[in-house]
């Protein structure tokens, strides 16, 4: 009897400890596959905020050929993507391209001088072609602002152009898991007075 109580006993704990492991075991493996259930959940929410600043150049379709005109400029963009896993990105992008600069020479003593830029608001989409190599495009608004300056007036007019589409190609290299830098090379069209610029950009992502 006192054996048959001892083995029961024994058994008993034996169970216990089975038990007591399969229940750590299915805790741990709950964890795991929470965490990394996260972990994909961050993986296929990725934000990024991208500043580009470089050369711009206007292209001059005739109308306003003039040797006085100035057509190479600075200009800034600010785009902001979602970017899940696969290749495809969605974002935004706005930004300041001074089209040209015309001097004229109205008499010895006056002169004048008109002044175009745009403001573009545009919906992306982008494709990782390789590694760090992607090619997009984008359609949306621009805010076309014009500045005619003489003697002692200055006019400023502002025109909304409808129909405008980009197409870029870009390289961005990671420098950091949350930080990439590199280049890009787009062309605009701003429908509304069929201008054209070229723009090549040194650019840098910060991932959210």
């Known amino acids: 009897m006192w054996l048959h109580t001892i083995i029961t006993f024994r058994n008993s704990i034996m169970g216990r400890k089975i038990i007591l492991s399969v229940i750590v075991l299915v805790f741990l493996e709950v964890a795991a596959f929470s965490q990394k ?4 959940k961050v993986r296929l929410n990725h934000y990024s905020l991208t500043l580009g600043i470089g050369w711009s150049h206007y292209y001059d379709n005739l109308e306003y050929g003039d040797k006085n ?14 970017e899940p896993e696969h290749r495809l990105s969605l974002g935004l992008e706005s930004g300041y391209y001074h089209l040209f600069k015309v001097k004229y020479q109205l008499t010895n003593d006056a002169s004048a001088e ?11 989409v982008r494709m990782r072609i390789v590694d760090h190599f992607y090619l997009g495009t984008g359609m949306g608004l621009a805010v076309i602002n014009n500045k005619v300056s003489g003697g002692n007036s200055e006019i400023l007019t502002k025109t909304w152009s409808l129909s405008n589409y980009e197409f870029s190609g870009s390289y961005v290299y990671p420098l950091k898991r949350h930080l990439n830098v590199g280049g890009e090379f787009k062309v605009f069209n701003f429908g509304n007075l069929n201008d054209w610029i070229y723009s090549l950009q040194v650019v840098c992502a910060i991932k959210i």
Do not use: C, M, Y
Not at 37 to 40: L, M, T, W
Not at 71 to 78: E, H, K, R
Not at 114 to 124: A, D, E, Q, Y
């Open 37 to 40: 259930n996260d972990s994909v």
């Open 69 to 82: 005109i100035s057509q190479d400029f600075a200009g800034l963009s600010v785009k902001f993507f979602w």
């Open 114 to 124: 008109v002044n175009r830029s745009v403001v573009p608001f545009l919906l992306l």
